[in-house]
């Protein structure tokens, strides 16, 4: 799976019609609501969209006809193996009608250039990893955390003692990460992992 690095578009112009997609990095379907309230252009025709956040998935016609507009958004996400992305197509008519496969083909087609245009990263599998480090072990290991390019520190809450720190570790880091906070800490830390992982308590 891939995600967007960040915001991009493109834009045709179909038998005078107008088409600009907008794709948008998002992580919850509030920041789809955020995004279709910032990028749809009040005076279109149609704002169309989809996203895809996992498994969970949504489209819109916008007035439309049924099938012509969201769907064939949602297709090109699919096809280009996006997660926690959303596509707006926002159409500014211009006066020739385009049919139902010619909507298809325009929504689609240009939410897919779009895309295509679009600067990707692959998704790497990753589990969040929870530990403390006491304030004597806080700033080296976390410099050393740093030389691993895909670690995501997610939370920081400091205490009397130091800081609990959550991770976002990918799998290929687990082991790695696991001896260096134990290594630097002289065993004082451990990393938990959420959801446990197999033969670890």
């Given at each position: 799976m891939f995600q967007l690095v960040q915001t991009a578009s493109a834009e045709q112009i179909i038998k005078k019609s107008r088409f600009l997609a907008t794709a948008v990095p998002i992580a919850s379907e509030e920041e789809a609501k955020a995004a279709i309230a910032a990028y749809g252009h009040a005076d279109a025709s149609h704002n169309c969209w989809a996203w895809r956040l996992g498994a969970?998935?949504?489209?819109?016609?916008?007035?439309?006809?049924?099938?012509?507009?969201?769907?064939?958004?949602?297709?090109?996400?699919?096809?280009?193996?996006?997660?926690?992305?959303?596509?707006?197509?926002?159409?500014?008519?211009?006066?020739?009608?385009?049919?139902?496969?010619?909507?298809?083909?325009?929504?689609?087609?240009?939410?897919?250039?779009?895309?295509?245009?679009?600067?990707?990263?692959?998704?790497?599998?990753?589990?969040?990893?929870?530990?403390?480090?006491?304030?004597s072990d806080l700033a080296l290991v976390k410099a050393k955390l740093r030389a691993f390019s895909d670690i995501e520190i997610l939370e920081e809450h400091f205490d009397a003692t130091g800081a609990d720190i959550l991770a976002r570790i990918t799998e290929a880091d687990i082991e790695a990460v696991s001896s260096l906070v134990a290594d630097l800490t002289s065993g004082r830390s451990e990393v938990s992992f959420d959801p446990p992982l197999a033969g670890r308590d």
């Open positions: 969970a998935y949504r489209f819109s016609d916008d007035g439309e006809p049924s099938g012509t507009a969201g769907k064939p958004i949602l297709a090109a996400i699919d096809g280009q193996s996006l997660d926690k992305a959303m596509v707006i197509v926002t159409r500014w008519f211009g006066g020739v009608l385009l049919g139902s496969g010619g909507l298809v083909r325009a929504y689609g087609g240009t939410a897919a250039a779009c895309l295509r245009a679009a600067e990707l990263v692959e998704m790497k599998p990753s589990v969040e990893g929870r530990f403390h480090l006491d304030f």
